[in-house]
T-cell receptor, first 111, second 115 residues
Framework: SQQGEEDPQALSIQEGENATMNCSYK?????LQWYRQNSGRGLVHLIL?????REKHSGRLRVTLDTSKKSSSLLITASRAADTASYFC???????????FGRGTSLIVHP | GAGVSQSPSNKVTEKGKDVELRCDPI?????LYWYRQSLGQGLEFLIY????????KSGLPSDRFSAERTGGSVSTLTIQRTQQEDSAVYLC?????????????FGEGSWLTVV
């Protein structure tokens, strides 16, 4: 079964706007990671947040984690057309070394 | 190599034929994963290799699917008697042994089409 589930399934915004994607999961985790996928090919790791962290930044990316609600959000600020891709969250932990992925959020940024 | 390498990039096969997909992980990475992604869907875990331990095969969908990893490096995913529902992108990933929080690195995938 897929542990992480992203929301919304699809998001369409204009260049310059912020994009927010959410991820919910069901069981305890050690960490949560966000990945990006272009054109149905390989995934690229964006950022990892550990269970004892609440917020993390990397460039235009901001990730939050609320373990009490079992949810995470990924914020992309000042979006660009090149940010158009699918974004996945992956959870790992509880002794599992097998990250499980959600169905992803398809982001389209219009120039 | 510099990254995870997969071959072939694309494979079209007839229903009933066997196919082999190859993955060459990043040098020094002892963990290797195979995932499957159908069109517009999330990633479905198939199998996990870690060092010399017995692989976790819990995600393989049927006994037509098998995988091996030779010498702790290159892995081959074999699908026997392919069916149309096997059409998907097959993604391989590797991870450096260490903490479970280490990043996994993906290859570009092998797109399989069964006609």
């Amino acid at each position: 079964s897929q542990q992480g589930e992203e929301d919304p399934q699809a998001l369409s915004i204009q260049e310059g706007e912020n994009a927010t994607m959410n991820c919910s999961y069901k069981t305890s985790i050690n960490n949560l990671q966000w990945y990006r996928q272009n054109s149905g090919r390989g995934l690229v790791h964006l950022i990892l947040i550990r269970s004892n962290e609440r917020e993390k930044h990397s460039g235009r990316l901001r990730v939050t984690l609320d373990t009490s609600k079992k949810s995470s959000s990924l914020l992309i600020t000042a979006s660009r057309a090149a940010d158009t891709a699918s974004y996945f969250c992956a959870t790992g932990g509880g002794g599992s070394y097998i990250p499980t992925f959600g169905r992803g959020t398809s982001l389209i940024v219009h120039p | 190599g510099a990254g995870v390498s997969q071959s072939p990039s694309n494979k079209v096969t007839e229903k009933g034929k066997d196919v082999e997909l190859r993955c060459d992980p990043i040098s020094g990475h002892t963990a290797l994963y195979w995932y499957r992604q159908s069109l517009g869907q999330g990633l479905e875990f198939l199998i996990y290799f870690q060092g010399n331990s017995a692989p976790d095969k819990s995600g393989l969908p049927s006994d037509r699917f098998s995988a091996e990893r030779t010498g702790g490096s290159v892995s081959t995913l074999t699908i026997q008697r392919t069916q149309q529902e096997d059409s998907a992108v097959y993604l391989c990933a590797s991870r450096k042994q260490g903490t479970s929080g280490n990043t996994i690195y993906f290859g570009e995938g092998s797109w399989l089409t069964v006609v």
